[in-house]
């Protein structure tokens, strides 16, 4: 890892601003390898140096993922002049870390949003050329038939002209009908509403569950976040590896990145 400016690398953590990080410098509260800093410009390896700000040892990381169990009501933008964002529900250290939703959720959708600032990554698995699966849970206005399987598995042109890849629709048992996962591996404007309102069994609730091999986590409650954990980054990585081609995701920027512990944590707290 290439060395950065103090002030850069603590303000990074989103805890502090750069003028703030000067401030402490100067009072003496910031110390590197145990010893006091002498500048806020002076540079360091933030991978192999131990950082601490009024003794406590700081936890760097390169990029930031986390986990949102989104509620409705929330756009997922990073701002947006007609209402409350995902970012809103994020405390302020977080919030200055230049997180950006991964894809969409419409504002009446639930459920699994990840937020990162690791832009290639995102852009991955978003990308349509590397199949990655998004799993819904869908409650429709109807009573879905194996003849609606049939139609989303193989494919579906709209009325609208809007052509739908090859998906999977499976009817819930206990839901009469009316509830199913379906999953997409594209992410085209209120995609799986048009789909369903198409096949005549308009959505009447819909909630992501699963992006690729990542489920959202049965204990995060509506509106809660926590970081994913390293390993489940490094799975999310894996996922997009072209093929013949080697990225490398080795241990010492994995272990880095994230923290390895699963903090929920209540933003309205």
């Given at each position: 890892?290439?060395?950065?400016?103090?002030?850069?690398?603590?303000?990074?953590?989103?805890?502090?601003?750069?003028?703030?990080?000067?401030?402490?410098?100067?009072?003496?509260?910031?110390?590197?390898?145990?010893?006091?800093?002498?500048?806020?410009?002076?540079?360091?390896?933030?991978?192999?140096?131990?950082?601490?700000?009024?003794?406590?040892?700081?936890?760097?990381?390169?990029?930031?993922?986390?986990?949102?169990?989104?509620?409705?009501?929330?756009?997922?933008?990073?701002?947006?002049?007609?209402?409350?964002?995902?970012?809103?529900?994020?405390?302020?250290?977080?919030?200055?870390?230049?997180?950006?939703?991964?894809?969409?959720?419409?504002?009446?959708?639930?459920?699994?949003?990840?937020?990162?600032?690791?832009?290639?990554?995102?852009?991955?698995?978003?990308?349509?050329?590397?199949?990655?699966?998004?799993?819904?849970?869908?409650?429709?206005?109807?009573?879905?038939?194996?003849?609606?399987?049939?139609?989303?598995?193989?494919?579906?042109?709209?009325?609208?002209?809007?052509?739908?890849?090859?998906?999977?629709?499976?009817?819930?048992?206990?839901?009469?009908?009316?509830?199913?996962?379906?999953?997409?591996?594209?992410?085209?404007?209120?995609?799986?509403?048009?789909?369903?309102?198409?096949?005549?069994?308009?959505?009447?609730?819909?909630?992501?569950?699963?992006?690729?091999?990542?489920?959202?986590?049965?204990?995060?409650?509506?509106?809660?976040y926590r970081l994913l954990t390293a390993e489940e980054w490094l799975a999310l990585a894996k996922l997009t590896e072209e093929t013949?081609?080697?990225?490398?995701?080795?241990?010492?920027?994995?272990?880095?990145?994230?923290?390895?512990?699963?903090?929920?944590?209540?933003?309205?707290?």
């Open positions: 890892m290439a060395v950065q400016r103090l002030d850069k690398i603590i303000a990074s953590t989103g805890r502090w601003s750069r003028r703030e990080v000067k401030d402490l410098v100067r009072q003496g509260r910031v110390t590197v390898d145990g010893a006091a800093a002498r500048s806020a410009e002076e540079k360091t390896d933030p991978e192999t140096a131990e950082i601490a700000v009024n003794g406590e040892r700081l936890t760097w990381r390169r990029y930031t993922w986390v986990m949102l169990n989104k509620p409705a009501g929330y756009l997922p933008a990073t701002e947006d002049g007609r209402g409350a964002t995902v970012l809103d529900l994020l405390p302020q250290e977080l919030q200055r870390q230049n997180l950006f939703p991964v894809g969409r959720l419409d504002k009446d959708t639930e459920g699994l949003l990840l937020l990162t600032n690791q832009g290639g990554l995102a852009h991955d698995l978003l990308s349509p050329k590397k199949h990655v699966d998004k799993e819904y849970y869908v409650r429709v206005d109807g009573r879905l038939t194996g003849a609606d399987c049939e139609a989303v598995k193989a494919g579906l042109r709209l009325d609208d002209g809007l052509v739908c890849q090859p998906a999977e629709l499976v009817i819930l048992p206990e839901g009469a009908g009316r509830e199913a996962h379906i999953t997409i591996r594209e992410g085209k404007f209120h995609q799986i509403k048009r789909m369903m309102a198409y096949l005549g069994k308009p959505v009447t609730y819909l909630e992501r569950v699963r992006m690729g091999n990542l489920l959202l986590d049965p204990a995060l409650e509506r509106g809660t013949g081609k080697t990225r490398n995701f080795n241990k010492k920027e994995s272990d880095f990145l994230l923290k390895k512990e699963k903090t929920s944590c209540n933003p309205t707290k």
